[in-house]
């Protein structure tokens, strides 16, 4: 969070505090100046922002669809469209935000272009004109000196929003001349990157504040001043033609996978959102989870969580999420009893939490797409288990501080029924949907064949025909107003009429769910699919309620339509300035890292500074995360991390015996990004939470914290059992594993919350503990009664094959030398064949080894065998053969662990009882 945002949010804390939290103009002002640019400039440069905007959204649009294939006009290979999108993101950060003045702030908008001025003149190869390097490292630092006013865009600023966007727009039209000099530069090539390089890193302060700045300037320093580095990090260092063709000409640094995710992904997802927002979901969202929650304990807060879960489908931003929900259900959690802090807290973990919550996870969920290699139907598969289980134990935390307190719910609007009713009606309604669910496959299924090229057409006209049934339904019901929560609370709403006045605003988020899970089409189209039928919604929407409602005045509902379209067009551009400068910036990181080979130094240093032990790895990771993310936005720290140590971890694992699956480890680092959101001094989601109270910043995010340790310890969890990842399970196993890893995380929560079924003492907290790592990881204690493997002699190498049944791993410690000749030992899984004898199952899967001087020597590795994929290779010494043992199940681990829970609900009824009854 940059210095300027972080002194905003607290002195509009501040002046909130005491006051019942900001005016409505004011949260939105707070929301502006971090995600969607704070300059309010005249009526005529808004309106040249707007159209700029919706622009951008138009041209996202056109290239994610099928159009121009089928028109043969307007179609743009990749780096075309990366370069194209930065442009769009460069102008409007520029235009629409004004850059900070404080002192810290200055010193660093004149130091980075000086200092970098100098390095790339430092950094030139003999011979190569540098005249002008000076000239364009003065220009951007008088600009940013000129100053930056908020309710104007003065020349200077124009000017760099000009160049910048036409540094970025130079890849599309030189795009063919750059194809026929790859890696020869020519002077045009040097000063357009020179320029961008410097206008791109000023908008990164102006937009995202001062930190990515500063760490993609630190790597850019370590390119050229590799030589003068650290033994340890040294390389031969970069010269200013290499950098600039690594990093602006080709696609490794700016215009690298990152941008390209944000180009062909996220911006979509973003849009869709926006749409969504615009056409009224999220206030429905709200509204339908107080009147199924708001009437239970502490119901306001637990309104919360789930409505910020269903508001993180529509927003990705932690902060617009806060007071997008915040400012409706903080005061009625204040209501009930909750403190400011406590009610800021809640608000703060659930919203940031929307990042993690499949199907449309946040930016980063579609950058491990590209960088783990998968598609995004498992890395939703993988993060499903986790992200729900935290959201209910959030659930769980909200119930424990409502019980600590002895609060309320809110009254009822209506007798609730029976509870036998009351479980038939809900077992009816789940049939219902499962029918309805089974119905639409098949007859999907059935459509394709039938109707072949036509058939999208017939399923836009069910579609279309079953949302005009459900907004007729909905028309019958009373619209849906956003209360006003400081207000007296006589009711809730009816769920029944709630529920059934917003049921059309689900059909987009079936369209989107339905293309990425079962018909599995790319993240893109997906979300391209979604955002046009959202727009056929915004359109259609306020005409058809004028028509079912006979209100009239069909022309006014027309233009209402286009407006609240045309607002969600702006609003999805201005909310992606941000992360698509982001994604840029964060690709001058990775450049360097792919240019300079900073990973393998940086490997060195980890494991110097670990001791080669696992656990104080994935510590150091999570806290550079936490780090990290106090400047960082969550997607360019998951893509700075991932970058560093992602690999690290990986390697390293595998030298110490644990086979850690690479989606476990970018998950691992999505995890502490997104905490970085509430960690004090610097989350700017607590700041925006303790805006809408009236609380403490810095007190509200400490609670959060605690809050968000269930988030914190589930990484940690999956990288060791990675059953919760659901990798290597099936459908039973898998639902097993759901139901263990939410009692274990409310168990968890529990004992984090100091009160289970009453106030805990410090060992039934440690007893709840120990309980929650049984459940969640019962092989710990398992390997330590029975051994999983056995160990045989390198020479029992072919014995070993013969005795593991088939689909079974063996676990091979061989030791040989790396890539670049460095002796390195590992652990390689070795998946054993089919075969009717040892020799047969050890050919089979790829290995030749002989015995020389007692040392069992790999001979040969077949290509593309399940050995090479292992990892192994010719000339390897096998020092160790671990097969699998008889060990009994697991699972046992559990009955003392029962056992031992059995006995605290034991004790904690004893103390609970009288408490009751004094009650």
Same mark, same amino acid.
């Given at each position: 969070?940059?210095?300027?945002?972080?002194?905003?949010? =607290?002195?509009?804390?501040?002046?909130?505090?005491?006051?019942?939290?900001?005016?409505?103009?004011?949260?939105?002002?707070?929301?502006?100046?971090?995600?969607?640019?704070?300059?309010?400039?005249?009526?005529?440069?808004?309106?040249?922002?707007?159209?700029?905007?919706?622009?951008?959204?138009?041209?996202?649009?056109?290239?994610?669809?099928?159009?121009?294939?089928?028109?043969?006009?307007?179609?743009?290979?990749?780096?075309?469209?990366?370069?194209?999108?930065?442009?769009?993101?460069?102008?409007?950060?520029?235009?629409?935000?004004?850059?900070?003045?404080?002192?810290?702030?200055?010193?660093?908008?004149?130091?980075?272009?000086?200092?970098?001025?100098?390095?790339?003149?430092?950094?030139?190869?003999?011979?190569?004109?540098?005249?002008?390097?000076?000239?364009?490292?003065?220009?951007?630092?008088?600009?940013?000196?000129?100053?930056?006013?908020?309710?104007?865009?003065?020349?200077?600023?124009?000017?760099?929003?000009?160049?910048?966007?036409?540094?970025?727009?130079?890849?599309?039209?030189?795009? @063919?001349?750059?194809?026929?000099?790859?890696?020869?530069?020519?002077?045009?090539?040097?000063?357009?990157?020179?320029?961008?390089?410097?206008?791109?890193?000023?908008?990164?302060?102006?937009?995202?504040?001062?930190?990515?700045?500063?760490?993609?300037?630190?790597?850019?320093?370590?390119?050229? #001043?590799?030589?003068?580095?650290?033994?340890?990090?040294?390389?031969? /260092?970069?010269?200013?033609?290499?950098?600039?063709?690594?990093?602006?000409?080709?696609?490794?640094?700016?215009?690298?996978?990152?941008?390209?995710?944000?180009?062909?992904?996220?911006?979509?997802?973003?849009?869709?959102?926006?749409?969504?927002?615009?056409?009224?979901?999220?206030?429905?969202?709200?509204?339908?989870?107080?009147?199924?929650?708001?009437?239970?304990?502490?119901?306001?807060?637990?309104?919360?969580?789930?409505?910020?879960?269903?508001?993180?489908?529509?927003?990705?931003?932690?902060?617009?999420?806060?007071?997008?929900?915040?400012?409706?259900?903080?005061?009625?959690?204040?209501?009930?009893?909750?403190?400011?802090?406590?009610?800021? =807290?809640?608000?703060?973990?659930?919203?940031?939490?929307?990042?993690?919550?499949?199907?449309?996870?946040?930016?980063?969920?579609?950058?491990?797409?590209?960088?783990?290699?998968?598609?995004?139907?498992?890395?939703?598969?993988?993060?499903?288990?986790?992200?729900?289980?935290?959201?209910?134990?959030?659930?769980?935390?909200?119930? #424990?501080?409502?019980?600590?307190?002895?609060?309320?719910?809110?009254?009822?609007?209506?007798?609730?029924?029976?509870?036998?009713?009351?479980?038939?009606?809900?077992?009816?309604?789940?049939?219902?949907?499962?029918?309805?669910?089974?119905?639409?496959?098949?007859?999907?299924?059935?459509?394709?064949?039938?109707? /072949?090229?036509?058939?999208?057409?017939?399923?836009?006209?069910?579609?279309?025909?079953?949302?005009?049934?459900?907004?007729?339904? *909905?028309?019958?019901?009373?619209?849906?107003?956003?209360?006003?929560?400081?207000?007296?609370?006589?009711?809730?709403?009816?769920?029944?009429?709630?529920?059934?006045?917003?049921?059309?605003?689900?059909?987009?988020?079936?369209?989107?769910?339905?293309?990425?899970?079962? @018909?599995?089409?790319?993240?893109?189209?997906?979300?391209?699919?979604?955002?046009?039928?959202?727009?056929?919604?915004?359109?259609?929407?306020?005409?058809?309620?004028?028509?079912?409602?006979?209100?009239?005045?069909?022309?006014?509902?027309?233009?209402?339509?286009?407006?609240?379209?045309?607002?969600?067009?702006?609003?999805?551009?201005?909310?992606?300035?941000?992360?698509?400068?982001?994604?840029?910036?964060?690709?001058?990181?990775?450049?360097?890292?792919?240019?300079?080979?900073?990973?393998? *130094?940086? =490997?060195?240093?980890?494991?110097?500074?670990?001791?080669?032990?696992?656990?104080?790895?994935?510590?150091?990771?999570?806290?550079?995360?936490?780090?990290?993310?106090?400047?960082?936005?969550?997607?360019?720290?998951?893509?700075?991390?991932?970058?560093?140590?992602?690999?690290?971890?990986?390697?390293?694992?595998?030298?110490?015996?644990?086979?850690?699956?690479?989606?476990?480890?970018?998950?691992?680092?999505?995890?502490?990004?997104?905490?970085?959101?509430?960690?004090?001094?610097?989350?700017?989601?607590?700041?925006?939470?303790?805006?809408?109270?009236?609380?403490?910043?810095?007190?509200?995010?400490?609670?959060?914290?605690?809050?968000?340790?269930?988030?914190?310890?589930?990484?940690?969890?999956?990288?060791?059992?990675?059953?919760?990842?659901?990798? @290597?399970?099936?459908?039973?196993?898998?639902?097993?594993?759901?139901?263990?890893?939410?009692?274990?995380?409310?168990?968890?929560?529990?004992?984090?919350?100091?009160?289970?079924?009453?106030?805990?003492?410090?060992?039934?907290?440690?007893?709840?503990?120990?309980?929650?790592?049984?459940?969640?990881?019962?092989?710990?204690?398992?390997?330590?009664?029975?051994?999983?493997?056995?160990?045989?002699?390198?020479?029992?190498?072919?014995?070993?094959?013969?005795?593991?049944?088939?689909?079974?791993?063996?676990?091979?410690?061989?030791?040989?030398?790396?890539?670049?000749? @460095?002796?390195?030992?590992?652990? =390689?899984?070795?998946?054993?064949?089919?075969?009717?004898?040892?020799?047969?199952?050890?050919?089979?899967?790829?290995?030749?080894?002989?015995?020389?001087?007692?040392?069992?020597?790999?001979?040969?590795?077949?290509?593309?065998?399940?050995?090479?994929?292992?990892?192994?290779?010719?000339?390897?010494?096998?020092?160790?053969?671990?097969?699998?043992?008889?060990?009994?199940?697991?699972?046992?681990?559990?009955?003392?662990?029962?056992?031992?829970?059995?006995?605290?609900?034991?004790?904690?009824?004893?103390?609970?009882?009288?408490?009751?009854?004094?009650?």
């Amino acid at each position: 969070m940059s210095d300027d945002k972080q002194f905003e949010a =607290a002195a509009v804390e501040q002046a909130a505090a005491g006051h019942a939290g900001l005016s409505q103009n004011e949260l939105d002002e707070l929301v502006a100046s971090a995600d969607t640019g704070g300059r309010s400039p005249s009526a005529a440069v808004a309106r040249l922002i707007m159209i700029t905007a919706i622009v951008w959204s138009l041209f996202q649009l056109w290239i994610a669809s099928p159009i121009p294939f089928m028109v043969g006009f307007g179609v743009f290979n990749d780096t075309e469209a990366r370069s194209i999108h930065l442009a769009f993101a460069l102008f409007l950060a520029y235009a629409a935000y004004p850059a900070a003045r404080t002192n810290v702030q200055l010193a660093l908008a004149v130091g980075v272009p000086a200092l970098l001025t100098v390095l790339f003149m430092f950094g030139a190869k003999e011979g190569t004109p540098i005249w002008w390097i000076p000239i364009i490292g003065v220009a951007v630092i008088a600009a940013i000196l000129l100053g930056s006013p908020k309710d104007r865009v003065p020349p200077w600023e124009w000017a760099l929003a000009i160049v910048g966007a036409a540094s970025s727009l130079y890849l599309y039209f030189a795009y @063919d001349a750059i194809a026929q000099r790859v890696g020869a530069p020519i002077l045009v090539d040097f000063v357009v990157a020179v320029a961008g390089l410097l206008i791109l890193l000023e908008a990164t302060r102006r937009a995202l504040g001062p930190a990515l700045m500063i760490v993609a300037t630190v790597f850019l320093v370590y390119t050229f #001043l590799g030589p003068h580095m650290p033994s340890i990090i040294a390389h031969k /260092g970069n010269n200013l033609s290499e950098v600039v063709n690594h990093q602006w000409i080709t696609t490794e640094g700016v215009f690298g996978i990152a941008l390209g995710v944000s180009t062909s992904f996220v911006f979509l997802f973003v849009l869709f959102g926006s749409l969504l927002d615009k056409a009224g979901a999220g206030n429905y969202f709200i509204q339908v989870a107080f009147s199924l929650m708001g009437h239970m304990r502490g119901g306001p807060a637990k309104a919360a969580v789930v409505s910020s879960a269903m508001t993180g489908l529509i927003s990705g931003s932690s902060i617009a999420n806060v007071v997008t929900t915040g400012t409706f259900t903080i005061p009625l959690m204040k209501k009930v009893g909750f403190s400011a802090e406590k009610a800021g =807290a809640v608000e703060v973990a659930s919203s940031v939490n929307g990042q993690i919550m499949p199907p449309v996870m946040g930016a980063a969920a579609f950058l491990m797409v590209e960088y783990v290699g998968i598609p995004y139907f498992d890395v939703v598969k993988h993060a499903f288990v986790p992200a729900v289980i935290s959201y209910i134990a959030l659930v769980y935390i909200v119930h #424990l501080e409502a019980m600590k307190a002895k609060m309320e719910g809110l009254p009822r609007a209506y007798e609730p029924k029976p509870l036998v009713a009351w479980l038939i009606s809900l077992a009816f309604t789940i049939a219902v949907i499962c029918a309805l669910s089974f119905a639409v496959y098949f007859g999907m299924g059935w459509i394709r064949p039938v109707f /072949g090229a036509a058939a999208g057409y017939v399923i836009f006209g069910m579609l279309t025909a079953v949302y005009v049934a459900l907004l007729f339904v *909905a028309c019958r019901e009373e619209r849906l107003h956003m209360d006003d929560p400081n207000a007296p609370v006589t009711a809730l709403p009816l769920p029944g009429p709630t529920i059934r006045a917003g049921l059309h605003f689900l059909l987009p988020v079936v369209v989107l769910v339905w293309a990425l899970m079962v @018909d599995r089409l790319s993240p893109g189209l997906s979300a391209f699919w979604a955002a046009s039928f959202m727009i056929f919604i915004l359109i259609t929407q306020r005409p058809l309620e004028a028509i079912f409602r006979g209100e009239g005045n069909f022309g006014g509902a027309v233009s209402h339509g286009i407006r609240e379209l045309i607002e969600g067009l702006e609003a999805g551009a201005r909310n992606m300035i941000g992360i698509g400068i982001a994604t840029a910036t964060a690709g001058i990181i990775v450049g360097a890292v792919s240019q300079t080979g900073v990973g393998s *130094a940086l =490997a060195d240093v980890v494991e110097v500074l670990s001791r080669g032990n696992i656990m104080a790895i994935l510590l150091l990771t999570a806290v550079l995360s936490l780090i990290l993310g106090m400047g960082l936005p969550t997607t360019a720290n998951y893509i700075v991390v991932s970058a560093l140590l992602a690999p690290v971890i990986v390697t390293l694992g595998q030298q110490n015996g644990l086979i850690v699956p690479l989606i476990a480890v970018h998950l691992f680092v999505f995890y502490f990004g997104i905490m970085a959101d509430v960690t004090p001094p610097v989350g700017l989601a607590s700041f925006a939470a303790a805006a809408v109270s009236g609380g403490d910043p810095i007190r509200t995010g400490v609670v959060a914290f605690f809050y968000s340790l269930r988030t914190a310890a589930l990484p940690f969890l999956f990288i060791f059992n990675t059953e919760l990842l659901l990798i @290597d399970v099936n459908w039973a196993q898998g639902i097993f594993v759901f139901i263990v890893a939410t009692v274990a995380m409310l168990l968890f929560a529990a004992a984090t919350q100091g009160w289970f079924l009453t106030r805990n003492r410090a060992y039934e907290t440690i007893a709840l503990l120990l309980i929650a790592f049984t459940l969640f990881r019962p092989g710990f204690w398992m390997d330590m009664v029975v051994p999983p493997y056995d160990n045989r002699p390198p020479a029992e190498l072919e014995q070993a094959m013969a005795d593991t049944d088939p689909g079974q791993d063996l676990r091979l410690t061989v030791s040989g030398l790396n890539a670049v000749g @460095d002796p390195v030992t590992f652990t =390689a899984l070795v998946p054993v064949p089919e075969g009717e004898s040892g020799a047969d199952r050890l050919f089979t899967s790829g290995i030749e080894a002989v015995e020389r001087d007692g040392k069992v020597i790999i001979d040969n590795v077949a290509f593309d065998s399940p050995a090479q994929k292992a990892g192994l290779d010719w000339d390897q010494e096998i020092v160790e053969v671990l097969a699998p043992s008889s060990q009994p199940p697991k699972y046992l681990m559990y009955l003392p662990a029962l056992l031992l829970l059995a006995g605290v609900v034991l004790l904690q009824r004893r103390r609970a009882t009288p408490q009751l009854a004094s009650a």
